[in-house]
């Protein structure tokens, strides 16, 4: 009040949240050279993921610590993933080329929640297919095509149940009910001199996986859901072309339209929008040793779920000095230039009327340099493997 004196007694909430991971994955490939440039891959993966969370809340009253029955969990997931795949691919009538493959997954996964005794049990068999022609027109055309069917699982964090306060009246949760996005992916390209690469897509996904805010009296709380449908179409060109003997360009822009369709919190929701990304680096060599950037990106006004994004965009530019006979480069670079790099997001739906502004320091200037002891012989880089626990990983967040 105007004394200065609370309207209310303030609250103590007091919160442990450790979460304990456990991944193990094991994945055969085998490669087998037929003839012609031919070759046939299969291979198998398993992986078995636990995740134990425990949630323990404890608030303070008269001077005594009470614990929070209501806020305090305990979760246990555990997954089993089996997947087998073949792949093929061929050359064939000179001119084409092409790889087909076919994998199968098995999915087994169990949640309970120790404190409530609640359960959820789910076994499910896909299949997911791909398919990749080229066409090599003549020496300065080549033309593909692309038929995909990909999965998008759930990190292991949004599957956690448990809240998460940001303040007295704000607080974010996970969804045990998640199930993954499965998407349909149609692609066209042509290429022209490996200069020019134009490329038509379509995709269709269903179950979404986006964050969903709701009100709760006088709480608010976002928890992610599967909310919708999308069907994406658009047209995408790449150009990498060298202007003159000092400056090379590469420009990218990315034309796309969004629709989508689905509930949200109980409320249905039909979202449409058209994109334009665009995106370009103008690179100069403006002596034998010293050589410029200038980088810039820009994003109009889209949709991300049902969260609608307003324009953005930034401008960054660099210099490179090789000094010392070419042994050691001097960099200096400067990011987001006009510092203009700020995001503001609205949603508005249902009984929510949401907006996120974010002002962040994004204007950056760095100096480095980079010392080469040696300029003998060139050694090859050592070629890396794929794990067997990198899509885990990602899931983790790592």
Sequence with gaps: DAAGNAFRKADTLMGDL???INVYSG????????KKGARFEAGIKSSIVKTDNNAVYDSIQYGKIVHDFNRSNHFVYEENINAAYVNL????AKKWSAQLGLRLENTNAK???LTTGEKFDRHYTQLFPTAYFQYKANENNNIGASFGRRVRRPSYGSLNPFIRFVDRYTYTMGNPSLKPSLSNNIELSHTWRNKITTTLNYS???D????VI???GEEAYKAPANIASLHQFGIAINANIPVTKWWTSNLDLNLYHNRYKGVASGTPIEFSQASLVVAGTQQFKLSKTLAGEINGRFMSGRLDGIMRVKPIGGVGAG???QVMKGQGTLRLTVRDIFHSVRSNTESRYGNVDFNFQQYADTRVVSLGFTYRFSKGKKIAPVKRTTGAANEEQERIGL
């Excluded at 490939?29 to 037929?34: A, G, M, N, T, V």
């Excluded at 691919?89 to 064939?92: L, W, Y």
Aim: proline letters at 6%; hydrophobic letters at 25%.
């Design 204 to 206: 269709a996904t269903t």
């Design 18 to 20: 450790p979460q304990d």
């Design 319 to 321: 210099l490179s000095q």
């Design 214 to 216: 709701e009100q709760k």
């Design 208 to 211: 979404i996986i986006d964050d």
């Design 111 to 113: 949640g309970t929640q």
């Design 27 to 34: 994945r055969v490939d085998y490669i087998h050279p037929l």
């Design 89 to 92: 691919s061929t050359t064939f």
